[in-house]
């Protein structure tokens, strides 16, 4: 079975910067695209950005394109986001996902962001 374990989330002011990174438990995680997702109370989970399996081509919401960067080690299963000049409308739980389109395995339990003014 597919798990994702996310980590580096924490409590920011505007402008500054997070890592985040997600280890999943995957066998052939290089033959997998790779996403993350982020979800705020009582909201929809949304995509934030997505890497596909050998890293070459990524894809970004609107509203962190130019501020994030999705990148990946196939060599640990990992997938990290690097969250540059936040802001508070980016306070939410992120999560990551195998195969964003359609996620395999269950949902982690995300880690928090939190953006203060």
């Known amino acids: 079975q597919v798990h994702v374990v996310e980590s580096g989330g924490g409590l920011v002011q505007a402008g500054g910067s997070l890592r985040l990174s997600c280890e999943a438990s995957?066998?052939?995680?290089?033959?997998?695209?790779m996403g993350w997702f982020r979800q705020g109370p009582g909201k929809e989970r949304q995509s934030v950005a997505t890497i596909s399996p050998r890293g070459r081509t990524t894809s970004y919401a609107d509203s962190v394109k130019g501020r994030f960067a999705i990148s990946r080690d196939n060599a640990k299963n990992t997938v990290y986001l690097q969250m540059n000049s936040l802001k508070p409308e980016d306070t939410d739980r992120y999560y990551c996902?195998?195969?964003?389109?359609?996620?395999?395995?269950?949902w982690g339990q995300g880690t928090q962001v939190t953006v203060s003014s």
């Open positions: 995957v066998r052939t995680f290089s033959a997998y695209p």
């Open positions: 996902a195998v195969n964003p389109a359609a996620p395999i395995g269950s």
